[in-house]
């Protein structure tokens, strides 16, 4: 059974700061890998969708990387900015799964 | 706008009272999908469906229908709501379920059942 590991649960940066946020998992026979946005109580934005094949994808100021042999990701977030505050979610599309498994989260807040 | 559209997004109700929470895709996805998030338990999968009156159970389907009569929507139905159903819920749609599409989720339903 897949399992999605987000560390660390909470994150608090000052602004400017280049960060990482961490996702493991425990198969690695997957599709994909997405990572998602939600801020408190509304609903998930898809940031980086990394196919298995693939090893990174940038979106502007995000990197996300992807080692499938390891079962790890990082979501690179470079000059943090508060707007950033926000719940950081990853998902897996396991092969064969109609489903995507999700970590915990990484509750990111960016000080001023 | 490519959307996923949810309604109600705020929903309170009592015990054992039907409600229905709409869910339509404006994208020609086969695929939709939905999901309950509630602290510590994080988001688990209720109903999916392939295609058009084609669906099946996800982790958490008790106490939860749906239907799929057209593609681009994905009502889902408690028949008898109770209090262990107060939850945020979200549904989703994708390309192509079966493979590397990503998922396009709605803005989510908060439902409170007293």
């Known amino acids: 059974k897949q399992e999605v590991t987000q560390i660390p649960a909470a994150l608090s940066v000052p602004e400017g700061e280049n960060l990482v946020l961490n996702c493991s998992f425990t198969?690695?026979?997957?599709?994909?890998l997405q990572w998602f946005r939600q801020d408190p109580g509304k609903g998930l934005t898809s940031l980086l969708l990394?196919?298995?094949?693939?090893r990174e994808q940038t979106s502007g100021r995000l990197n996300a990387s992807l080692d499938k042999s390891s079962g790890r990701s990082t979501l690179y977030i470079a000059a943090s900015q508060p707007g950033d505050s926000a719940t950081y979610l990853c998902a897996v599309k396991d092969q064969g799964a109609q489903k995507l498994v999700f970590g915990q989260g990484t509750r990111l807040t960016i000080n001023p | 706008e490519a959307q996923v559209t949810q309604n109600p997004r705020y929903l309170i109700t009592v015990t054992g009272k039907k409600l229905t929470v709409t869910c339509s895709q404006n994208?020609?996805?086969?695929?939709m999908s939905w999901y309950r998030q509630d602290p510590g338990l994080g988001l688990r999968q209720i109903y999916y469906s392939m295609n058009v009156e084609v669906t099946d159970k996800g982790d958490v389907p008790e106490g939860y229908k749906v239907s799929r009569k057209e593609k681009r929507n994905f009502p889902l139905i408690l028949e008898s709501p109770s209090p262990n159903q107060t939850s945020l819920y979200f549904c989703a749609s994708s390309l192509q379920g079966a493979f590397g599409s990503g998922y396009t989720f709605g803005s989510g339903t908060r439902l409170t059942v007293v």
């Open positions: 990394i196919q298995s094949s693939q």
């Open positions: 994208m020609n996805h086969e695929y």
């Open positions: 198969d690695s026979a997957i599709y994909n």
